[in-house]
């Protein structure tokens, strides 16, 4: 049987690219690592494919591209991270990565820039979009064309997509509403809901989780209104305040949306003569500052970084398959922060 870096690396406890590295006696892994694989290789017989290895330096095999919604949203720092993580890792092994960005989620722009990820030679897609007929059909015209689309962040289960990259949306929502409930029990809840654009699923998803497990709870509350703040601080912050005018009554606050939390803050600040409870998702700067000052209670986290740096090893793990096997979801933890999380001693 023939040994693969892979399987060197499950039999060490570690990355494909870091057993790349080692054999090829790179600085970025420590002299102990190095060693350690060395030595398995050896014990496992492991023989380099010398002629695939300097093909794979002279030209790029294969290039990932990719897409994300990410200008003027900060939510997707951590993701572009995890990307650079990755890329860093896998550039040995004949991997390259192109990313375009665009702000907001208009379908003929992400059409547009899919079309440009093609232009550039892409053999596989790692897309944050959204569910329109026109994404789904180019999906499948990749997928037909044996040019594999993972979807990160935001899923779109009835298209072509090899695999999803991302959080339990609706496992969000839960959580939220299990919080609340310890966090005010016995209350009756008359609650705000911020989501951002509806054309992103997670979002609405989220909220279907909320309702739930409040119902499932059996808890007493009254959804006063659902205001769309569009991903966009100043949009979110006028429908907030509109909100709070129009019901006065509202004591706590559910924002299904990571993007517009300084408009939400802002809105909170304003009427701080209502004491309001408030729970927000996706850890970005704004929001632990928020979370410090007591302005927001909790929030619940998802593990972007990891998310950009699993899209990127997925691709290239089915990439190199050597059989017709199918990729597994990789569905990041939601995780609760409270304002000691982000307190320095």
């Not at 030209?59 to 650079?84: A, E, M, Q, T, Y």
């Not at 289960?157 to 959580?175: A, D, H, L, M, W």
């Not at 509109?242 to 009554?249: D, G, R, S």
């Amino acid at each position: 049987m023939t040994v693969a870096l892979k399987d060197l690396a499950k039999a060490c406890g570690v990355s494909v690219g870091t057993v790349s590295r080692a054999l090829n006696d790179k600085s970025e892994v420590s002299k102990a690592t190095a060693v350690r694989i060395k030595q398995l290789a050896k014990d496992l017989g492991y023989i380099p494919n010398r002629a695939g290895r300097a093909l794979s330096s002279q030209k790029n095999l294969n290039c990932v591209g990719i897409l994300l919604p990410s200008v003027n949203s900060p939510f997707f720092d951590d993701i572009k991270r995890g990307i650079k993580q990755a890329r860093n890792e896998y550039k040995d092994l004949g991997l390259d990565i192109y990313l375009i960005e665009e702000e907001g989620w208009d379908p003929q722009k992400h059409l547009k820039a899919i079309e440009n990820l093609e232009a550039h030679g892409c053999k596989a897609f790692a897309l944050c979009t959204v569910e329109h007929e026109i994404i789904l059909n180019k999906i499948k015209e990749l997928h037909e064309r044996n040019l594999p689309v993972l979807l990160i962040n935001n899923d779109i289960p009835t298209s072509e997509r090899i695999c999803f990259v991302g959080p339990n949306y609706f496992k969000s929502g839960q959580v939220a509403a299990a919080m609340l409930n310890k966090c005010m029990h016995d209350t009756y809840l008359k609650i705000l809901i911020v989501t951002g654009p509806k054309v992103h699923n997670g979002h609405q998803i989220r909220v279907d989780g909320f309702i739930s497990e409040l119902n499932r709870d059996g808890v007493k509350y009254h959804i006063e209104t659902i205001i769309e703040g569009m991903d966009n601080d100043i949009i979110t912050q006028q429908e907030t305040m509109k909100a709070f005018q129009q019901h006065p009554e509202i004591n706590c606050v559910y924002m299904a949306t990571g993007s517009g939390v300084a408009g939400l803050g802002a809105a909170v600040i304003a009427d701080r003569e209502h004491h309001r409870f408030v729970i927000a998702c996706d850890e970005i700067y704004t929001t632990r500052e928020l979370v410090k000052s007591g302005i927001i209670d909790f929030v619940i986290c998802q593990d972007s970084k990891t998310q950009g740096y699993q899209a990127i090893k997925k691709l290239h793990e089915y990439l190199i398959r050597t059989e017709n096997e199918t990729m597994d979801d990789y569905i990041v933890d939601n995780i609760i922060k409270i304002k000691n999380h982000f307190e320095i001693n």
